[in-house]
């Protein structure tokens, strides 16, 4: 039993190679811009294909990776990432067309983040831990930790090294996922339930119960990534703030506040309840984005942006959790299938507001604007849980 808490800092490293995959690009897309002469809809198309392609392995999960196994489908995964991030700096360069090359990147770390979207959660969730709501707080937490470091830490290699190194940044970000490798190979992996003991996907799909959760997923993912994935651009051009400071008081803020919410959460699970702390979490994440829009200089805006985080914070383990708790028999299909409406969101999300900015002139604000209507909905959504209760 003691070993597997090597299986638990394995999936930590997951979660921060899942943030590396979502957020190292969008921290490069002016330099990629600049570099390569793309419009906001060719940015737009590598954030929608990352979470596009990351969706449809979600669904593909739900159907082989208890036949495939667990531990060969994480390794792929990581092989997936590491070969993507690579590819950032060299397929660009290599393919007749830069556009195709950043594509073909895009292509293969999705795959790698779809597959550990899906199955790093249910390996924690197996391990024998006593809290589950905590452990899954505190694993998700790890994603935002990674973004904070991906942030950081790009953001000071692009200072102090300079813009035209960034193929090196991507190599050296490619090395977290390939070290992952080598350590799901060795440490022990239980399955979430028996064969066969799971639901299909056909039952989930008959339950009511699962239809709300699957909507909550899409709007806790839309909720997140479309503030997350346009802060940086957003600080830049709509607020009118160097890279430097918009990275930093934009994503990362975003993330530090985003992760405190999920371990101060798994520190306090105990006292706490979930379903009433989602729809203040909701309300305080539409607050955020009214910050954001309509404030009436750069540093409030600033805040709305980090509040953002913090709102988002127990969204997704959160449903993840009460999915957990209400379904327990749902396996490893149910997880596949919330992980694909989470990935639904996460690229509805950013391609709403990048679709809706650029109808109003490239004026993200307008987008973030429209991009309100998700937490909206989870709010509707969570009430109409506890007041079903245990309907399905």
């Not at 950032?88 to 830069?98: E, G, N, S």
């Not at 790093?120 to 831990?129: D, L």
């Amino acid at each position: 039993m003691k070993n597997y808490k090597y299986t638990i800092y394995a999936s930590y490293v997951g979660y921060i190679t899942q943030a590396i995959v979502n957020n190292l690009a969008p921290l490069l897309f002016l330099i990629f811009q600049a570099q390569f002469h793309f419009s906001l809809g060719q940015i737009t198309t590598l954030i929608t294909l990352n979470f596009g392609i990351q969706l449809l392995v979600d669904l593909l999960s739900a159907k082989f990776v208890d036949r495939i196994g667990y531990r060969k489908c994480i390794v792929a995964a990581h092989v997936f990432a590491a070969a993507g991030l690579m590819g950032l700096a060299v397929f660009p360069f290599i393919f007749p067309m830069a556009y195709a090359g950043l594509l073909f990147a895009v292509v293969l770390y999705a795959i790698g983040g779809g597959i550990i979207e899906v199955l790093i959660s249910p390996i924690v969730e197996a391990c024998p831990t006593d809290d589950k709501e905590a452990a899954m707080s505190l694993l998700h937490s790890f994603y935002c930790w990674g973004t904070v470091a991906v942030v950081l830490l790009s953001t000071g290699f692009l200072h102090f090294c300079g813009k035209e190194n960034w193929r090196i940044l991507a190599c050296l970000w490619a090395a977290i996922p390939l070290v992952n490798v080598f350590a799901f190979l060795k440490v022990p992996i239980l399955h979430l339930t028996e064969e066969n003991e799971g639901l299909t996907i056909g039952q989930l799909l008959k339950s009511k119960l699962f239809w709300m959760f699957f909507v909550l997923m899409i709007t806790a993912g839309a909720s997140e990534q479309a503030m997350s994935q346009w802060a940086s651009a957003f600080a830049e051009s709509g607020l009118h703030v160097s890279k430097t400071i918009g990275d930093l008081a934009g994503p990362c803020v975003f993330s530090i506040l985003m992760g405190s919410a999920r371990a101060l959460y798994a520190k306090f699970s105990e006292h706490l309840d979930l379903l009433r702390f989602l729809v203040g979490s909701g309300i305080l994440c539409v607050c955020s984005y009214l910050l954001a829009v309509f404030a009436p200089n750069a540093v409030l805006s600033l805040v709305g942006c980090g509040l953002c985080g913090l709102s988002v914070g127990i969204m997704w383990p959160g449903v993840f959790s009460l999915a957990s708790a209400r379904m327990r028999n749902g396996g490893t299909a149910m997880f596949a299938l919330l992980a694909l409406a989470g990935d639904v969101g996460c690229s509805g999300g950013p391609t709403l507001v990048g679709q809706v900015a650029g109808a109003f002139g490239d004026n993200l604000k307008s987008g973030l604007a429209a991009a309100m209507i998700f937490p909206v909905i989870l709010i509707l959504f969570m009430l109409m849980l506890k007041k079903k209760g245990s309907l399905s």
